[in-house]
């Protein structure tokens, strides 16, 4: 449990940060070298890079390198950890309203009939 919460902390802090989501909103259209990821922001390739490692430590991405260029790829399996808690949050809300809406129906239903 202890390693299922860490992995969905650092999935959930990668994306608190714009640059790592700009990145992986272009990575939806397919792989891209770190260059063309990189061009957009007005930043050193070497701070840039601290994003790219990030993303693949967090398990976003996979990076592999040719020769001099590092093609980055959109880790879908990164998606089914946050799918899966959030089915879980729908699921816990789901009974929380659905107790609320029990209370609320029975109520009003003793307070018609008194």
Same mark, same amino acid.
């Given at each position: ?6 992995? %969905?902390?650092? !999935?959930?802090?990668?994306? #608190?940060?714009? =640059?790592? /989501?700009?990145?992986?909103?272009? &990575? ?26 990030? %993303?693949?430590? !967090?398990?976003?991405?996979? #990076?592999?390198? =040719?020769? /001099?260029?590092?093609?980055?790829? &959109? ?29 609320? !129906? ?9």
């Amino acid at each position: 449990m202890a390693q299922y919460v860490s992995r %969905l902390d650092g !999935t959930f802090q990668a994306l #608190t940060d714009p =640059t790592r /989501r700009a990145v992986l909103g272009r &990575l939806g259209s397919g792989p891209a070298s770190v260059g063309e990821l990189a061009a957009p922001f007005d930043m050193a390739l070497p701070s840039f890079m601290k994003h790219i490692r990030y %993303l693949e430590k !967090t398990g976003w991405i996979r #990076t592999r390198k =040719t020769g /001099r260029v590092r093609t980055c790829t &959109l880790e879908k399996k990164s998606f089914g950890v946050i799918e899966t808690w959030l089915g879980e949050q729908r699921n816990i809300w789901a009974g929380r309203t659905d107790r609320l809406e029990h209370f609320v !129906t029975v109520t009003n239903d003793k307070e018609t009939s008194e």
